[in-house]
């Protein structure tokens, strides 16, 4: 039986996800002493701000000035003052300090704005390594097959110039990408650090061909929906298929999503695999949005979730936060306004949602997973090639003196059984091989190809639900791949004023 794609037509937008936002003005900090230099008030900010809105107060509530001494953390830079006090914030709770959620950056304010689109500056693309025996928990140094592009963002500099997903990254500058320490210092250097500005790089396509381009740091506006189709399997039936890489403001995804799931809809499908495996978190309104989408109509204004907040907020007792927040912005944090509803006024009304995962899927795409579960029960099937990163808990940006934004755990998401994300992630019921040697779309990837035989009916293998062992390309840590956190890798409330 032949098989048709159908390329489903719709207008790519742009980035993270989240709800309507707060930003708070970027006036002086809330105990003000003038005998403090800048880098000083920062380090008591960030304990001050941290005190009073840190969702785990069982322990951090009874601490003083005084014993948490901000200024012991004092560093040369405003920036890595901040990191040093987040980073001792942190160890008041277990999970905070072994995931490392809450932390700071660079000032974000300009790009935190829900007036304007969210630029980023960046190569606009990813690499994940590629293994010789295609199994989720295959060996490590001799299994290596190479570094492959996971996604690339279309407007990004290094997707103007035709990098895609799937192709092989040769080498940078004339030096290998092995595995090697040398290898992943470059990539920590172009992707994380961002210390390589422009490089030539020798790419390698799937078809055999070669492309070397230079590519350099740009800003552009990033797309969510990475790639998107109809297709019949070779049982006939008709499955709609979407990559969607950040949750991205609901006023840039509100279009594409509808115009995407009208088409779906029209073609009455049988089942829908979402793609989550790179979506590392954004805005909880679009999360919302694409969930009311894809849920039943039996769902319809039942609870979606919860936000749930330390006992000060409930009881506006923040003292420090509302000198960042005009009275009029002061968002209320009674559970009645924070109870997140279904509305689901049209259906998809497929058998099944497969959603494809990673340990890269984390914060709102947990939240989806977790607020889907209740409703979808088994028709809810998660495939992936490792357990999602487990993060239930989300924050908004507090900026100081626009040098330093920083991001303390300030509530957690249940959903309408009160059951949060698990702190260990969601362990996927079908354990498949992440082939990033494949493009979007391409039916043969593994993990697509086990979504399309279950909806065949066909067997596929289960996982084991033990957590999957890490397959880190170089021992030492000092060599590791690291990845950069950014606003739009996170679970964020945001609020209109």
């Not at 060996?139 to 997707?159: K, L, M, Q, T």
């Not at 035989?453 to 021992?475: F, M, N, Q």
């Amino acid at each position: 039986m032949k098989r048709w794609i159908l390329i489903v037509s719709v207008l790519l937008a742009a980035v993270a996800c989240k709800k309507s936002e707060i930003i708070p003005p970027d006036t002086e900090d809330p105990t003000p002493q003038p005998s403090k230099n800048e880098n000083e008030l920062i380090a008591d900010s960030v304990f001050l701000f941290s005190k009073e809105i840190y969702y785990w107060q069982d322990k951090i509530g009874s601490v003083t000035y005084d014993m948490f001494n901000p200024l012991q953390y004092l560093k040369p830079e405003a920036l890595n003052t901040a990191k040093a006090v987040i980073g001792a914030v942190r160890n008041y709770n277990e999970w905070d300090k072994a995931k490392g959620y809450s932390y700071a950056e660079n000032y974000s304010g300009d790009g935190a704005s829900s007036k304007a689109a969210m630029v980023e500056s960046s190569y606009g693309f990813d690499v994940k390594p590629a293994w010789k025996t295609r199994t989720p928990d295959a060996p490590i140094a001799a299994n290596f097959e190479g570094w492959y592009v996971s996604y690339v963002y279309p407007d990004s500099d290094a997707g103007k110039k035709g990098v895609q997903r799937g192709m092989k990254l040769l080498s940078v500058d004339g030096t290998p990408m092995g595995n090697t320490a040398a290898a992943v210092a470059i990539l920590n250097n172009m992707l994380y650090y961002e210390t390589l500005k422009s490089v030539n790089a020798q790419f390698l396509k799937p078809n055999g061909d070669t492309l070397q381009v230079n590519i350099s740091i740009t800003s552009f506006v990033p797309n969510s929906l990475l790639y998107a189709s109809i297709f019949t399997t070779p049982k006939s039936k008709k499955v709609g298929y979407l990559v969607y890489n950040f949750f991205d403001r609901l006023s840039d995804s509100k279009a594409q999503l509808d115009s995407l799931f009208n088409a779906f809809r029209a073609q009455h499908l049988d089942a829908v695999v979402i793609d989550l495996r790179y979506n590392r978190g954004g805005y909880t309104e679009t999360q919302d949005y694409l969930t009311n989408h894809v849920a039943p109509l039996s769902a319809h204004n039942k609870l979606m979730y919860r936000y749930h907040f330390n006992s000060n907020l409930q009881t506006g007792n923040y003292t420090a936060l509302k000198t960042r927040y005009p009275a009029s912005r002061v968002f209320a944090l009674d559970y009645a306004s924070n109870n997140i509803k279904f509305n689901t006024l049209t259906s998809l009304n497929t058998d099944k949602i497969y959603i494809i995962t990673s340990n890269e899927t984390a914060s709102s795409s947990e939240l989806f997973i977790n607020n889907l579960k209740p409703q979808l029960g088994e028709k809810l099937v998660l495939i992936g090639d490792d357990v999602t990163r487990g993060k239930p808990v989300g924050f908004f940006p507090i900026h100081l003196f626009k040098k330093v934004t920083f991001w303390t755990v300030s509530f957690m998401t249940k959903n309408g059984q009160d059951e949060a994300v698990p702190y260990e992630g969601f362990v996927p019921e079908y354990l498949v091989y992440d082939a990033v040697d494949r493009p979007w779309g391409d039916v043969s990837e593994e993990c697509l190809s086990a979504a399309i035989k279950l909806v065949d009916g066909l067997e596929v293998p289960r996982s084991s639900h033990l957590i999957v062992p890490s397959r880190s390309i170089i021992p030492s840590p000092h060599s590791q791949r690291l990845r950069k956190e950014r606003m739009t890798d996170n679970m964020l409330l945001t609020r209109e004023e």
